[in-house]
């Protein structure tokens, strides 16, 4: 009987109550493994091993979760792209069918002068809000995500502009900057004639003003979130280490908001090659053509010129350009390759 004891001491010793490694072994193998196990490597422990135990039920959807969404893009985005592709080798006025003429609209098109200056404009405004809209919405996002005093109410008087649809901010700054009634006509020492549609500069910086008056609260609140979420221990460590606001600026908060600036450029140049609005509204393309981008360029040909068979390949022009474009912007900076550590675990 006490043999028998003896045996169950050592065994429990060894092992630990319960049967499991505990005591001794456990505190050897944590001494060698330095302590706890990060937390990114139990949550990837736990998902193997759930994926283990329990099959396909845990880890990535299936593709029957994308089935809504790949019939909603299909629909609305696939097959109008499908049928302006075709529309761009017809001639239709928009009265009765289309009639086929091959690659004529292209020639037409590619050889109108305006057309080709329509996209080194358009890329040019894109390129003026990504230089603008960039740094002043880093800048304000870094501080909106503070504790300061009052800052929630400026925040919100600063996010205004955000809820007026584009028409409505494109007629408030129309009268505002109008040469005639406007505050360039009470301000002449700072705007001279005050006609700033008058010149291409002028017309081509009240665009890009107001797109950065418009849209720089949007890509704010993307670069708030995601300050916010920056670990406090980063900074902590940094004061520490006798670091002041700017470095920790420079080497922590602007490498942790690599990935929301990539995905902000990308938004802004997709909405820069496809404004259209801002131009109708403010410039109708002028003076004369030094505002017509490619957006606005279709729609002259469309519906003002009722060739919907032109107007089709300025439009395939400009979703080409804008996907080649975003996937420059893309490669370049590395989007492709974000992961995350937590990607699939449920």
Same mark, same amino acid.
């Given at each position: 009987?006490?043999?028998?004891?003896?045996?169950?001491?050592?065994?429990?010793?060894? /092992?630990?109550?319960?049967?499991?490694?505990?005591?001794?072994?456990?505190?050897?193998?944590?001494?060698? @493994?330095?302590?706890?196990?990060?937390?990114?490597?139990? @949550?990837?422990?736990?998902?193997?091993?759930?994926?283990?135990?329990?099959?396909?039920?845990?880890?990535?959807?299936?593709?029957?979760?994308?089935?809504?969404?790949?019939?909603?893009?299909? &629909?609305?985005?696939?097959?109008?792209?499908?049928?302006?592709?075709?529309?761009?080798?017809?001639?239709?006025?928009?009265?009765?069918?289309?009639?086929?003429?091959?690659?004529? $609209?292209?020639?037409?098109?590619?050889?109108?002068?305006?057309?080709?200056?329509?996209?080194?404009?358009?890329?040019?405004?894109?390129?003026? @809000?990504?230089?603008?809209?960039?740094?002043?919405?880093?800048? *304000?996002?870094?501080?909106?995500?503070?504790?300061?005093?009052?800052?929630?109410?400026?925040?919100?008087?600063?996010?205004?502009?955000?809820?007026?649809?584009?028409?409505?901010?494109?007629?408030?700054?129309?009268?505002?900057?109008?040469?005639?009634?406007?505050?360039?006509?009470?301000?002449?020492?700072?705007?001279?004639? #005050?006609? *700033?549609?008058?010149?291409?500069?002028?017309?081509?910086?009240? *665009?890009?003003?107001?797109?950065?008056?418009?849209?720089?609260?949007?890509?704010?609140?993307?670069?708030?979130?995601?300050?916010?979420?920056?670990?406090?221990?980063?900074?902590?460590?940094?004061?520490?280490?006798?670091?002041?606001?700017?470095?920790?600026?420079?080497?922590?908060? *602007?490498?942790?908001?690599? $990935?929301?600036?990539?995905?902000?450029?990308? &938004?802004?140049?997709? %909405?820069?090659? /496809?404004?259209?609005?801002?131009? &109708?509204?403010?410039?109708?393309?002028?003076? #004369? /053509?030094?505002?017509?981008?490619?957006?606005?360029?279709?729609?002259?040909?469309?519906?003002?010129?009722?060739?919907? %068979?032109?107007?089709?390949?300025?439009?395939?022009?400009?979703?080409?350009?804008?996907?080649?474009?975003?996937?420059?912007?893309?490669?370049?900076?590395?989007?492709?390759?974000?992961?995350?550590?937590?990607?699939?675990?449920?």
């Amino acid at each position: 009987m006490k043999t028998r004891i003896r045996k169950q001491t050592r065994s429990r010793t060894a /092992t630990g109550a319960g049967g499991d490694e505990r005591g001794p072994v456990r505190t050897a193998r944590r001494s060698a @493994g330095g302590g706890r196990v990060p937390a990114a490597d139990r @949550g990837r422990g736990a998902s193997r091993r759930a994926r283990e135990r329990y099959g396909s039920r845990v880890g990535r959807p299936g593709f029957v979760w994308a089935v809504p969404a790949t019939v909603f893009f299909g &629909l609305f985005a696939i097959t109008p792209l499908i049928m302006v592709a075709a529309l761009s080798f017809t001639s239709w006025s928009g009265l009765g069918p289309p009639r086929f003429v091959g690659v004529d $609209n292209w020639t037409r098109v590619f050889a109108d002068p305006v057309m080709i200056d329509s996209v080194w404009l358009s890329l040019l405004v894109t390129f003026l @809000g990504v230089a603008i809209q960039t740094p002043l919405s880093v800048l *304000l996002g870094v501080w909106a995500a503070g504790h300061q005093r009052n800052r929630a109410v400026l925040s919100a008087i600063y996010f205004v502009p955000l809820l007026l649809s584009t028409t409505a901010v494109s007629v408030l700054w129309r009268a505002v900057l109008d040469p005639n009634f406007g505050v360039p006509s009470r301000a002449a020492w700072l705007f001279g004639d #005050g006609n *700033l549609f008058g010149t291409q500069a002028g017309a081509i910086g009240v *665009l890009a003003f107001v797109s950065t008056w418009q849209f720089t609260p949007f890509h704010t609140l993307i670069h708030q979130g995601a300050a916010r979420a920056v670990p406090r221990v980063l900074y902590e460590a940094a004061e520490i280490d006798g670091a002041g606001r700017v470095r920790q600026f420079f080497h922590i908060t *602007l490498p942790q908001l690599r $990935n929301s600036v990539i995905t902000s450029t990308i &938004l802004m140049v997709v %909405g820069g090659l /496809t404004t259209f609005e801002t131009v &109708l509204i403010l410039t109708q393309g002028g003076p #004369g /053509t030094d505002t017509t981008i490619t957006a606005f360029y279709m729609y002259q040909k469309a519906f003002k010129g009722f060739d919907f %068979g032109a107007g089709a390949a300025v439009a395939l022009v400009l979703v080409v350009a804008a996907t080649l474009v975003s996937l420059i912007v893309v490669r370049v900076s590395g989007y492709d390759r974000m992961r995350s550590d937590m990607e699939g675990v449920s």
